[in-house]
């Protein structure tokens, strides 16, 4: 990677953002390629070490987040930075807003659009106006992989076929339960996004089917007290249970099938971390959904086509799972590591290197063979079939 080594300043909106997805992928920058990294967020994070704090920077944009600008400049100088690698929208716009001395890397965990239609124009408009102020792009869901080869063609672009990964070694194939009801479990944030009060609509359609069944949904956020009075109010409260943030391994191997219920995704890690567990996921045909291995789609927003495939999904032994060492966060920091010093020493540039960039992603993060886990739940022999 040169004489010298790489300083990567690595920046979010939120210090949780750091603590969720970058914590162990800094960790191989640092030991394996001898890089120097410099997290910076708007807020502390729990687990990475050093970063620092941008004063001004905020998870929402407003007006008050211009105030990071000159601060953004600040930390690029006074790390001596050679590259920034920046994720979160707001942080990736003002980075790309601040006219950095350095190249931006923008790190897009997905666009904040799913479709088309007049909604979309604005979003749309503003980021492609960034986009020459884009060193180059890393994705990681095949909508917008089309959405900047198409608007951004001459920016350099690497897809990651398996997101940030995930630590394959806490994620461990293990056999399908033999539940005597249906086991599900959602995981996610509770935000409009996530669309957690969908799934009251799918737990009454079970409940049509006649389906004994028991979920659990696992999160926080602002949308939780609604959801558990929506309920209670309903008769479900017996069936659905509200854990809060937990771990969810367990939650995930004691699963016959994870549902999720959001409108649009980046990549989801929680469905690429039951497909590594080898659990069933059933979901809405949206953006970033549709390229999780494996994944039973519906179309967007019907819920009982949902329940039905759920409870089809628990007997189904021929359902196939990629290898969990394929999803592992190793390849994917190697991928992005290699990416950011061909930018940084400016051996990448052109068309031609996204497609170079994909090619190398592909062939480090291939999903390889799928594995049919053939375990049947006995649970759907008592239901009714419509």
């Known amino acids: 990677m040169g004489t010298s080594p790489l300083t990567i300043g690595l920046l979010t909106s939120i210090g949780c953002t750091l603590d969720a997805f970058f914590v162990p992928i800094v960790q191989r920058w640092r030991t394996h390629h001898q890089l120097v990294v410099k997290p910076a967020s708007g807020t502390l994070p729990e687990q990475m070490d050093g970063t620092e704090i941008i004063e001004g920077l905020t998870r929402q944009p407003s007006e008050k987040a211009f105030a990071a600008i ?17 994720n979160t929208a707001t942080a990736s ?15 897009c965990h997905g666009l904040h659009w799913n479709g088309h239609g007049p909604k979309t ?11 020459s102020r884009t060193a ?14 198409k608007h951004s063609r001459n920016t ?28 599900l479990v959602w995981i996610g944030e509770f935000i409009e996004r996530k669309n957690p009060l969908g799934v009251l609509g799918v737990a009454r359609h079970l409940v049509e089917l006649g389906v004994d069944f028991a979920l659990e949904m696992l999160g926080e956020g602002p949308l939780r007290k609604e959801a558990a009075a929506r309920l209670a109010a309903e008769g479900l409260a ?26 649009w995704e980046g990549l989801p890690r929680v469905l690429l971390e039951a497909v590594a567990v080898g659990r069933p996921v059933v979901a809405y045909d949206v ?32 359902i196939a799972f990629p290898d969990p060492a394929t999803l592992h966060y190793e390849p994917v920091a190697d991928a992005i590591a290699e990416f950011a010093a061909g930018i940084a020493r400016g051996r990448l540039a052109g068309p031609e290197t996204r497609l170079v960039g994909m090619a190398r992603a592909a062939r480090r993060l291939a999903q390889g063979p799928l594995e049919p886990v053939a375990r049947r739940s006995p649970f759907a022999l008592q239901s009714r079939v419509p």
């Open 287 to 318: 953006k970033g959904v549709r390229d999780v291995p494996g994944a039973i789609l519906v179309r967007e927003g019907d819920a009982a086509a949902l329940a039905v495939a759920a409870r089809d999904a628990a007997i189904d032994g021929s």
């Open 121 to 131: 124009w604005l979003p749309q408009i503003a980021e492609w106006w960034l986009a």
């Open 136 to 149: 180059a792009v890393i994705c990681i869901n095949s909508d917008d992989e089309e959405w900047f080869a």
């Open 156 to 183: 350099p672009q690497l897809r990651l076929v398996s997101g940030v990964g995930l630590d394959a070694s806490r994620f461990r194939r293990t056999p399908r339960p033999y539940n005597d009801v249906l086991r």
């Open 70 to 86: 000159p601060n953004l400049r600040k930390w690029v100088k006074r790390n001596d930075l050679d590259v920034v690698i920046t």
């Open 238 to 263: 017996e069936r659905v249970r509200l854990p809060g943030r937990v771990d969810p391994v367990q939650h995930l191997e004691a699963a016959d099938v994870v549902i999720h219920t959001a409108r």
């Open 93 to 107: 716009g003002l980075a790309r807003l601040s006219n950095l001395p350095v190249p931006v890397i923008y790190f």
